[in-house]
């Protein structure tokens, strides 16, 4: 969440979008190796723009770029590091559906500079990094309404950081090439890691076991698995265990249920089971499960 404005412009079949934004004050810095990140450790700006071509059936190609800026200042607690991250992003995308087809794809390429570790000198490098997604979903014209949908998304590495996210156990030779991002990627409910040294491959099936009734006909149910394996080996990702030098990072099996009660009541239930691979040390590989429930009224 940020304070900031936007303006959206459609023009026949063109869209065209601008945003600017602050952080939030006392909202959590994302590198939280910095002293008071949780409390004043978060001053970033964001200027975004996109555009965009919508064609048929909802299939549309644009264009974007996104500039954050970092002022935040040298923490007097720690003036031997400097924090300091500014990013560039600039990507192109695609959404298409054709029938019961649709597809999706994004690719994104990551510049601007960074700090690497004071134990490296605190110099600052370059960033040169990527981020890639491609997917394609299904619904079947058969009773229950069958849909599949397959995924993969890719967020590049650094071989020299353990920590994807912080400066401190970050970058510490040449350029940075490991992707940092502000956003959210919905990468499985237990692990849940960030889109940073990962390859994730996703298989989602759904389906509505109650269609031929009346009032459970909206009920859908489905499962996921996933697969995640590191971009480079040597580094970490977001989950800080996995410290052994192995590119497997392990499987995931989800399960949601979605039941539209009324119009303006509904529940939500998730459940998801991590299985660590060999990215994990024998001491830190057991099992991680997730448990989501929620039960919404709109009033």
Known sequence: MNDGIQLTKYSNKWLSKFFFAHSLPHENNVDYSIPGYDKDGNDRYFLEGELGYLAKQASKIYLFFLIQKDNSKPHPADTAQNYRYDSQYFGSGFTGLKDNFSFRGEIIKETEKSHTDSSAGGQRKPIDAWAALLGVRYKFKRPFEPESDMEIAYGSGDKDRSNVTNTEKGNINSKDTNFLYFGDYAGGYALSPRLSNLYIY?????????????????????AKILAYLKDKKNAGISDSETSEKKHFVGTEFDFYFYWPITKDLNFVMRYGVFYPGGAYSKDTDSNTKYLYTRLTYLF
């Open 202 to 222: 996703k298989f989602d099936q759904s389906l509505k076991p109650f269609y031929f009734t009346n009032s459970f006909k909206d009920i859908t149910m489905g």
